[in-house]
């Protein structure tokens, strides 16, 4: 029986007359948080390009994270129907990235898929793995799902531990997710494009959700991070959990993160983007949580950061303990560039294959394999198999740096500089000289400037800024690409012009940098300055 609200069109009485394509399968994409959802779209493409195929959304309720996952599935176009007219209709298949909830009331074969990389988390210190345990699979005596997918064979001995009459349930179908992000490889190249990375090493980033996560345990992590590696030759993006997205909400994650996005952070959204900053990172720092997995699995040079309390949120029989216990940790009480820099050059590539392929299996084969489990659930024959699908680009946000303390060394006329975004205070940075931008709105920061920069020319702008700012000895002024015009408190003036680089364009407001640092440490010609990879020649008059 109908009810207000219950949908009319793809089903619900009648709805042969209003359809558009004459489907014969209905298929159910049961989802409890925008995690799930993402999880369950990596999944339907197996489903393109055939018109015997609908597929309708709903949502389980019940989660404490189910925040957003409304406007989720709206803005992705899915065909919603309420709960209560899914449990009132007959489907030919459900498929479900979470074993929570009121599973059991569906009126259709259940096809339980993975939530992350494998099955990790106890659902509580009691025990219990989340998607294998008992008290997930069976209700009233009658196991829930009709198939449970794997994503590798060493799933089945747990699941036989904790659930030993879902066994003949289970199919070992490999990670469609992993396979997406491998099959995405050689678009490494465009998500850098996309991130603005340039030729600078991409530092990735990676919490979960809860107290032992990246976030949960070093606060302060992202922001020191981003502060501490050099803006031009590191870029640091950070993805999070939704959870921790929907938990708390945007605006307090924007809060919490706030120096850290002024220093120049790309901040990821919570519904897409992760997959694709993985391929284009250079290094991982991560949690116990699936991103890290992927990178490691990934031959990313990966850090610890947190790893959860094995006792208390991981199976401690899962490859992901097993990777917890075997990557190297980040200590956040020391160097932090120095680590990230250790890592990178003493990472041998397959060092934690044997344990990441122990939940990895049937590599290249998830789609082909899941596909046929569905397609037997619906009683269909399959058609040709799609082709895979591509990852978007990742499109983070991102604060402006307006202020920067710059180290400069002198050596045969060639200025190195290293420039790093003012954050706080108590920042450890060798004999800086602190340049910002005419644009800072923080007032303190414009008095205390040794260089003050301006992103176009106006009259007159030079001697009023000096004369407003005693303690102001340079002030710049951007006038082309590779230009820019000095003033200087003394009453000298400078065009400075830096040659065509090879390696993409020097930021002009490293020169004034240059000449300051010349002035102050060089003897002898200007003749270049150094700046992350790059070395331009720049002409002084």
Known sequence: MSGEGWLRVPIGPGSRRWRTVGTSRNILAVARTVTSASRLLDVLPLFRSDPRVQVLFTVAAGSAFDDGIGDYLRDVEARVVSWAQAVDTPFDLAVSASANGDLHRLRAPLLLVPHGAGHNRLLSAAGGVSGLARRQLVRDGRLVPAAIALSHHEQLTRLAGECPEAVPLAVVTGDPCFDRILANAARR?????????????????????????????????VARLTAELPVDEYQVVLAAHPNVWYGHGGLQVRLWLGDALDAGLVLLPPRQGWQAALLAADVVVGDHGSVTFYGAALGRPTLLASSGREAEELDPASPTAALSRALPR????????????????????????????????????????????????????????????????????????LSFLVEAEVQDGTVSLRRFPVVGAGQHVRDPHLVVDAEEPDRRRLETAAIIVRGDPADGWAAETLRRYPGCLMTAEVTGTRRVRLALRDGRRFEVTASAGTRGELDPRCLPSAVYGWLTHGDGPLTSVRVGARETAIDLA
Not at 206 to 216: F, M, Y
């Open 189 to 221: 190249d465009r998500y850098r494009r996309a991130l603005g990375t340039g030729d600078r090493k991409l530092v990735l980033i990676s919490s979960t959700w809860g107290e032992h996560s990246l976030l949960g345990a070093n606060h302060d992590l």
């Open 330 to 401: 980040l200590d956040p009480r020391r160097d932090l560039p120095g680590q990230i820099g250790r890592i990178m050059d003493t990472y041998r590539p397959g060092a934690y294959d044997e344990v990441t392929e122990r939940t990895l299996g049937e590599s290249g084969r998830a789609g082909t394999l899941l596909r046929q489990v569905a397609y037997r659930l619906m009683d269909l024959e399959p058609g040709p198999e799609p082709a895979a699908t591509a990852l978007p680009d990742p499109l983070g946000e991102r604060g402006e740096v």
